[in-house]
């Protein structure tokens, strides 16, 4: 059923996990995956899970539909503690959480229609009410011509496709995504995603997704929390961690410049500027150049769309005299743009140091997900929220 929800969910907890440990033991060994990870994902919202291999993230998803047993903490969706359920009712609340995996994790053996089919045979659905939701499903996820074809006639997107409408099958309150987009080219990646955006807005379904890429976060996540060694090192608003990343691990994810370990501060009189969805609509460089009578260049720009919002960073490089950097300054205070400011050029940057680690600036102006037009040496016009 279609719902009201605000960007971040309808602030109504439908997953709460309380001081999740889980420990893998065997033999004299032990390896602490999760430590002590308290999260609460509200109804409706899209929430991401974000860190690198080894970080604790699969972990932790499936401590969420129990998948793997907390070795301490609980675990509450839709107000019930999962951990205190017998195997039955286990079984039972587990039809309220669909998953979906890197790998698809189809049945070789059966057509598209079978596969979707089969969570609605093992909960005992008749024949024709399954048929029917079967077509509902393959139309919901523009599948309706594979449904007699067998995965291995089917590309990676088609196939998570087919995997997403088996999730969907029992009209679950949640889904779980496990790298999901992980093993698709980019391309796939965004339709799958975007297909999960309009599934949450269509069917109100809340979403957990795990992934290494902070790109996946960007394009559909309310709020994302960043994992290392087990613990949640940062959380918040995607546009928040995004702009003002405050652990190093968040820091890596999103500049790549940090992730080889090459990051340089900035060249000589340039500024590195945010654009957080709330700039006034005017084109802020052709502006800036006749406000400033001061002429910049951009040297990079990368800005990305997040929540349906633009947001970026733009490397611009001034002139050399302080009289027109104080002027770029000036104005860029005045509309309430961030930058950074290089130690090289006058005066200081007001951006935090660490906001600056945002998207690569460095990312080249032609990738496809860039909604800067740098040809035409300027910003487009970016809306207020
Ligand atoms: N069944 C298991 N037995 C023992 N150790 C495990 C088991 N599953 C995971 N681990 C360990 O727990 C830690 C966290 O693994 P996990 O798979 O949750 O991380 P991740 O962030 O999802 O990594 P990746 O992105 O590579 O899948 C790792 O050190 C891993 O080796």
Do not use: W
């Not at 009712?89 to 669909?98: M, W």
């Not at 093992?122 to 523009?142: F, H, I, K, N």
């Amino acid at each position: 059923m279609p719902k009201d929800k605000t960007p971040e969910g309808n602030d109504v907890p439908v997953i709460e996990l309380r001081n999740i440990d889980k420990t893998f033991r065997s033999g004299k060994t032990a390896v602490s995956a999760v430590r002590n990870v308290s999260l609460s994902v509200s109804d409706g919202e899209i929430f991401g899970i974000i860190g690198f291999s080894g970080a604790g993230k699969s972990t932790l998803v499936r401590c969420i539909n129990l998948l793997e047993r907390p070795t301490s903490g609980q675990v509450v969706v839709d107000g019930v503690d999962l951990t205190t359920l017998s195997a039955k009712q286990l079984r039972a609340a587990r039809k309220n959480i669909g998953m979906i995996f890197q790998q698809f994790n189809l049945l070789s053996q059966r057509t598209v229609a079978n596969n979707v089919r089969f969570p609605l045979e093992t909960s005992g659905v008749p024949r024709a009410r399954a048929d029917e939701r079967v077509r509902e499903l393959l139309q919901l996820v523009d599948l309706s011509d594979k449904a007699d074809v067998y995965p291995a006639q089917l590309s990676g997107g088609q196939k998570q496709r087919v995997a997403i409408a088996r999730a969907l099958a029992c009209n679950p309150k949640i889904i779980l995504c496990d790298e999901a987009t992980s093993a698709l080219d980019p391309l796939t990646t965004h339709s799958i995603l975007d297909l999960l955006k309009r599934l949450n807005e269509q069917l109100g379904v809340t979403i957990v997704v795990i992934t290494h890429e902070m790109r996946v976060v960007e394009q559909i996540c309310d709020r994302v929390a960043v994992m290392d060694a087990g613990e949640v090192v940062e959380e918040g608003r995607v546009r928040d961690v995004f702009l003002r990343p405050q652990s190093e691990t968040a820091r890596r994810l999103i500049d790549p410049a940090y992730q080889t370990g090459s990051r340089v501060s900035l060249p000589p009189n340039t500024l590195r500027l945010a654009f957080t969805g709330e700039e006034s609509g005017a084109p802020v460089i052709s502006d800036l150049t006749v406000q400033c009578n001061a002429m910049v260049s951009i040297v990079s720009a990368n800005t990305e769309n997040i929540g349906g919002k633009p947001f970026g960073q733009m490397l611009i490089e001034m002139p050399p005299d302080a009289a027109s950097q104080a002027r770029i300054c000036a104005y860029l205070d005045k509309r309430g743009i961030s930058y950074e400011k290089s130690d090289a050029s006058e005066g200081g940057g007001r951006m935090p140091k660490q906001a600056a680690s945002a998207p690569s600036a460095q990312a080249p102006a032609s990738d496809a997900s860039n909604a800067c037009d740098t040809s035409q040496n300027d910003v487009p016009a970016i809306g207020k929220e």
